[in-house]
């Protein structure tokens, strides 16, 4: 599953954030909580991070580490009676003028009898991954796009402009970002 979101933040700023995985736990529903010490990001890279819904903590090992385009995170496979999951986290970073465009994709490997409850993993990556999304962009300064509106909306007056044509506003980007999370 995938995802992608703008942040109004250039590709240097997103990457150092996203190769820190420390900070997944601030905006990720996939990861519950990272151990605090501080590791050097790069290829091979190993976090101890607790999967919602575990017990005992897991590694976590940077897998791809390329600055400004590519960073991904793959989870330590986790036995279930059912079967073997490995997490995967990717996140491919696309600049732009006004900031950077970030894909932020999910896959599970899965084995044994969990293969039959591959649709439902799927599904629940559908209905979560949009709203880490959401609460990502939101962590760095970006904004949350209108919710679909459910009533037909009235014409606008001809003097008006209509809401496609009116400029998008944006919440101003916060000085000095704290990384330490």
Known sequence: MSTNVFVPRP????FDFLADARNLALWSSGVASVDPEGVVPGVDAVYRYR?????RPHVLVCSRFEPCRRIAFRGQRMWSPLGTQVPMYGFDLFPHADGTLVRLSV????????LLLGPLVSMAWRRDLPA???KFCELLGGVRPPAP??????APHPAQPSPAATPMRTAPVPHGFDYAH
Do not use: N
């Open 107 to 114: 896959t599970s490997r899965l084995t044994a009898a969990l």
């Open 11 to 14: 590709a240097p700023e997103v």
């Open 149 to 154: 509106v459910s009533q037909p909306s009235p």
């Open 132 to 134: 880490d999304g959401i």
């Open 51 to 55: 999967y919602p819904g575990r017990h």
